[in-house]
């Protein structure tokens, strides 16, 4: 290179040369093997698929469209990447790939030389980056740029074996992501399992609880149906005693020689008045009413063939209101006074 282009570069290469020598004690920590990974302050996000090919080196440092580039053309755009902070990436358009190139073209430029010294702390400390967030591909091909810088590197050796070490770990921690992946699988479908087991278990007793309870139902309606057909039975019974009695005195009356003696509803006396069951429907709905209820007092004071004349609601309270006014008895009277009594129902 002419003294004239390495009087363009330097000013260039001196703008950064302060902040290279504070890179370049990392550099040397680095290839005494010491120190630490520097830590990377974005978040890397790791791959998912546990099968991801390892990342391979790409097939030469410098892509193919910067080689083909002309002197001027890579010396321009070198300086451009540099005042721009492009200093090794991105790929294909950083000031490392094109000072490389230009090297390879003018491999006796002292300038061209001296600018890809400054640039190797740069690429070291973004390697270093790349390997701790796992973004492999972009390791190698920073870790290509300075192999062509410089072969001799000392911190080479150290980062290649970082790069094969972080990949290894990286394909470990994936298989066990894939392993704890499986074992939650198995996990959930174990709690999957027992829930289906529980639900089956839960429906079979309530199945059992229902069953018991129309056992219940069914048994306690058999039990009312059997009351109630004691009940009319002994209101059967009561009606045809009532009926025989009825017949019995009419007999004795009609072969007496003695002509009867009038009576009328005032000479009715009640001796004995029996109140009304309240049906459990009604009683439970909270339902009130009346009825009118019309039957024949004997001379003996008991009274026969009681009927409804009118109900308030029908048919709610009449059966309970005629079998009240049957067990009604009166004092006894010259002869058979038939009346009417109004039964009031209130819950």
Known sequence: MTPASNTRISPIRDGFRHAALAAALVLAISACGGGDKPADAGTAT?????????????????????????????RAAARTAQNEQRMYAPAGNNAMEYYLALRDKQPNDAAVTSALTDLMPYALIATEQSIARDDFSEALRLYALMEKTDKAAPALPRLKQSITDAQASFAQRQQQQVLDAEAEKERLAKLEEDRKKQQEEQQKLAAERLAQQQQQQAAAAQAQREADARRQEEARVAAERTRREEEERRRRETSTTAAPATASANDLRLISQSAPKYPPEAFRDRVSGEVQVEFTVGTDGTVTNARVVRGNPPRVFDREAVAAVKRWRYQPIASPVTTRQTIAFKP
């Open 46 to 74: 790791a791959p998912t698929d546990a099968a991801a090919p390892v990342a391979q080196p790409p097939a030469q440092a410098i892509s193919a469209q910067v080689a083909a580039m002309s002197v001027d053309q890579l």
